[in-house]
């Protein structure tokens, strides 16, 4: 499934594994070198750097990016 190569802050992803509490989705905290993503199952946080963060994530379940700016 494709996923975007670029993450926002906020968005809730979903990774391949799941975490010891069960949970796939996270919501994103933090982007850069080093991604910060919060389980939303437990509210636990992990950092990870970016290439191990974008190979964990199976899919972007919600974007935080808005598509079309209101007028
Ligand atoms: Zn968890």
């Not at 968005?11 to 975490?19: A, N, S």
């Not at 069960?22 to 080093?34: M, P, Y």
């Not at 939303?40 to 808005?66: H, Q």
Request: aromatic residues 8%.
């Amino acid at each position: 499934m494709y996923y975007p190569k670029t993450f926002n802050l906020g968005d809730i992803v979903e990774t391949k594994k799941e975490h010891p509490c069960g949970s796939k989705q996270w919501e994103v905290i933090r982007v850069g070198a080093d991604f910060k993503i919060k389980c939303l199952g437990c509210n636990r946080i992990v950092m990870l750097p970016r290439p191990k963060f974008e190979k964990s994530v199976k899919k972007v379940i919600k974007s935080a990016e808005i598509p079309e700016n209101e007028q």
